[in-house]
């Protein structure tokens, strides 16, 4: 009986301690590129104004404002934006940090501290979104064929 209550009393200060939350609410952003539409989630102790790709450093960019210390979690698809062997780099303010990474069902999901007052995060890639849809490639082809052959046609009936 004496042994039950300190064990109490040793497990019932575990149960006091508030919970602190590692991530705030998942929110979701809408990023429209190239096209097609992406719904990316994320959680973060702050607000997320602007999310978009540059083309030439094969990067999301991401504006950040009113961020306190938090962990950043971004449920990346793997047809936005890729990295060979999982590779990522992670970049604060142009300052670059470790993460970790989860990859589940065609999405990379990446988690990284971010510092209170942080304005810009960038996750640079090997790979983004193409360019140049697929779909626009098949009707610039559709198109040179249809020329070609208006050409061919009209060569004939002159003659």
């Known amino acids: 009986m004496f042994k039950i209550k300190y064990l109490i009393l040793a497990i019932l200060p575990i149960f006091l301690i508030p919970q602190i939350p590692i991530y705030s609410d998942e929110s979701k952003y809408i990023l429209n590129t190239d096209e097609q539409t992406f719904e990316i989630a994320y959680s973060l102790d702050g607000q997320v104004i602007a999310m978009a790709i540059d083309h030439e450093l094969n990067s999301l960019l991401i504006g950040i404002t ?61 790979q983004v979104i193409p360019e140049f849809p697929l779909g626009a490639l098949v009707v610039f082809a559709t198109m040179i064929v249809v020329v070609t052959l208006v050409t061919k046609i009209g060569k004939f009936r002159i003659r």
């Open 66 to 126: 009113e961020v306190k210390d938090s962990t950043f979690q971004i449920t990346l698809p793997q047809n936005l934006i890729a990295a060979e062997n999982n590779e990522f780099a992670v970049l604060i303010d142009q300052v670059e940090v470790d993460y970790d990474i989860s990859i589940q069902d065609n999405v990379s999901v990446l988690y990284f501290f971010v510092p209170a007052d942080s304005q810009e995060i960038e996750i640079i890639g090997t």
